[in-house]
C-alpha cells in the first residue's frame, strides 16, 4: 500500500524548497541522497550549462529484477512565482499555501508521487523492469531541461510525464505547437505637434497589422494572440519605433505555419501601406504532442489505470509541456494528470487523495 504519511511528508518538504527556474539545486541535492537510500544510481546531465542553470536534469536509474522494456518517469523541479518561502497547508484532506505564494505541485506533486511509487516496489518486492527517473530544470520558463537533456543517460524509449492538472486518470495525448512573433516597425520621427505629416507612425503601422490579424481562436486547432506592445518616447513625438510580441498555437503543423505567414503577412502590408519597415522575428518554443492511438506508453497507461479501477480519460490540453519536448525528440511520451488545481495562482492546490492516486498510478505502470 501506499503510505499516505510519508508521501505527504515528502510533498511537504519538497514544495519548501525554493526552486525558481534556473535555481533548482536546492532540490536536486535534497532528491540525491533520497534516491541514493532508495539503491537507485544517480547522475545529473549538463542543461544547466545550456540554459544559464544552477545544476542539471538529475537523473535515475531503478536497476530492473525482470525483464522488459526500460520506462521513464519525470516531474520538474522548478516552480513559477511567487514561489520563494513557501509554507504548505493541510484541511480537510487539501493541501494548499498560506496564500501568498504558489504551492509547488506544479510539479512537486509528480516528484513525490515517483518517489513514494519506488519505495512501494521494493517495500513490497514487486518485479519491475529498469526504471529511468529525470527530475528536470527548466520546464517554466521553455522546458529547457527536455530540451537539453542527455538521452544517452536514459536509455528509454516510454516516458511519462507527471505534469498536467485534471484527476488521476486524465492523459494528455494532444497539445499544441506554439510560436512566438515578434514584429519591430520603424517609421520616422516627427514632433506631433508642428510637423506630424513628415513623421511615420510606427504605432500606427503596428496598430494596423493587429486589426488586419485572425486572432484568439482562430479555428479548432489553432489560437492566437497579440500579448504586449512598445514603442514611442514622448507624446510629442511621433514615434519611430514599435515592437508588438505575439504568439500561435496549433495542434497542426501545417494551419500553424499558416497563421505565422498570416500574422507576418499582415505587419508587412501594415508597413507597406504606411511607407515604414517591419522586421519579423519568429521562434518555436515547443512541437505538438500528438500521441497516436496505438502508442505502447498510451495503451499501458490506460490498461493500468483500468487495474486500478480508474476511468482512464484521453484529453487534450492548450499549453505545452517536457511531453511536447520529449515527443519531438522521438520518444512515446504521455502527460498524465496528477490532481493539481489552480496552478500557476496563489490559489493553487492539490488534494490528498490525488497524491495517493498519482504514486498508485505510477506504481502500476513501473510494474508494466
Given at each position: ?250 495542434y497542426d503543423p501545417e494551419k ?66 517536457d511531453a511536447n519536448i520529449l ?42
Amino acid at each position: 500500500m501506499i503510505d499516505e504519511q510519508r508521501l505527504i511528508d515528502t510533498f511537504f518538504e519538497l514544495v519548501r524548497i525554493d526552486s525558481p527556474s534556473f535555481s533548482e539545486n536546492d532540490v536536486a541535492e535534497h532528491l540525491r541522497p533520497v534516491l541514493e537510500e532508495l539503491g537507485l544510481s544517480i547522475t545529473m546531465d549538463n542543461a544547466g550549462d545550456a540554459c544559464g542553470g544552477n545544476c542539471g536534469n538529475l537523473i535515475a536509474h531503478f536497476k530492473g529484477n525482470t525483464k522488459g522494456e526500460a520506462i521513464a518517469f519525470s516531474a520538474h523541479m522548478d516552480c513559477v512565482p511567487p514561489c520563494l518561502g513557501v509554507e504548505p497547508v493541510m484541511d480537510d484532506g487539501i493541501i494548499r499555501s498560506k496564500g501568498d505564494t504558489i504551492l509547488g505541485g506544479d510539479d512537486k506533486a509528480g516528484i513525490a508521487a515517483i518517489i513514494e511509487a519506488i519505495r512501494h516496489l521494493i517495500e513490497n518486492e514487486i518485479s519491475h523492469p529498469d526504471i529511468y527517473v529525470v527530475f528536470s530544470i527548466a520546464e517554466e520558463s521553455g522546458m529547457h531541461g527536455a530540451k537539453n537533456l542527455d538521452l544517452k543517460k536514459v536509455p528509454a524509449k516510454r516516458f511519462a510525464i507527471l505534469d498536467c492538472s485534471g484527476p488521476v486518470g486524465t492523459i494528455i495525448t494532444r497539445s499544441p505547437a506554439k510560436i512566438d512573433i515578434t514584429a519591430t516597425f520603424t517609421g520616422r520621427a516627427a514632433h506631433a505637434g508642428f510637423e506630424p505629416e513628415k513623421g511615420i507612425s510606427a504605432i500606427n503601422m503596428a496598430a494596423d497589422a493587429i486589426l488586419r490579424m485572425k486572432l484568439l481562436r482562430v479555428d479548432e486547432d489553432t489560437t492566437a494572440n497579440v500579448g504586449s506592445i512598445q514603442g514611442g518616447s514622448a507624446i510629442n513625438i511621433v514615434p519611430e519605433s514599435c515592437s508588438l510580441h505575439a504568439e500561435t498555437r496549433s495542434y497542426d503543423p501545417e494551419k500553424l505555419q499558416a497563421q505565422v505567414d498570416h500574422m507576418k503577412e499582415c505587419c508587412r502590408t501594415a508597413a507597406d501601406n504606411y511607407g515604414g519597415e517591419v522586421s519579423l522575428e519568429t521562434d518555436q518554443l515547443y512541437p505538438a504532442l500528438n500521441v497516436p492511438q496505438d502508442s505502447a506508453m498510451l495503451q499501458e497507461a490506460i490498461s493500468a489505470c483500468e487495474s486500478l479501477g480508474v476511468k482512464p480519460s484521453l484529453e487534450s490540453s492548450g499549453g505545452g509541456s517536457d511531453a511536447n519536448i520529449l515527443a519531438g525528440r522521438g520518444i512515446d511520451v504521455i502527460n498524465l494528470g496528477i490532481g493539481m488545481t489552480s496552478a500557476h495562482t496563489t490559489d493553487e492546490h492539490i488534494a490528498v487523495e490525488d497524491l495517493i492516486g498519482s504514486a498508485m498510478l505510477v506504481a502500476e505502470l513501473m510494474k508494466s
